[in-house]
Nanobody, 126 residues
Framework: QVQLVESGGGLVQAGGSLRLSCVAS????????MGWYRQTLGQQRELVAV???????NYADSVKGRFTISRANAKNAVYLQMNSLKPEDTAVYYC????????????????????WGQGAQVTVFS
């Protein structure tokens, strides 16, 4: 059974940094795409960043230049370095993974990902 486990969330002052990690277990294959989505109460889950096994990435406009996604293919792990955090970045951040890639990363949607972590709370205060 595939499991994605996130870590690294927390409380940080605006302008600060956090690093999220997500490690997958139970998969004998490497995921072709992994990524991060976030969700606030009453809102739909939205893209933060995704990355393919080949290193292609896509970022939400709101995080470009501040967040960096990376991965360790051999570990089936994905990371999100978040700098210059803003109060509007406050959300539950979810790790996502999938095996199949049919389109470029900028066309991925949350519905494309069958595997999800339990979520990590990130709270940014001003």
């Amino acid at each position: 059974q595939v499991q994605l486990v996130e870590s690294g969330g927390g409380l940080v002052q605006a302008g600060g940094s956090l690093r999220l990690s997500c490690v997958a277990s139970g998969s004998i294959f490497s995921f072709n795409a992994m990524g991060w989505y976030r969700q606030t109460l009453g809102q739909q889950r939205e893209l933060v960043a995704v990355i393919t096994s080949g290193g292609s990435t896509n970022y939400a406009d709101s995080v470009k230049g501040r967040f960096t996604i990376s991965r360790a293919n051999a570990k089936n792990a994905v990371y999100l370095q978040m700098n210059s955090l803003k109060p509007e970045d406050t959300a539950v951040y979810y790790c996502a993974a999938k095996y199949t890639i049919l389109t470029a990363p900028n066309y991925y949607t949350a519905a494309d990902f069958p595997f999800w972590g339990q979520g990590a709370q990130v709270t940014v205060f001003s």
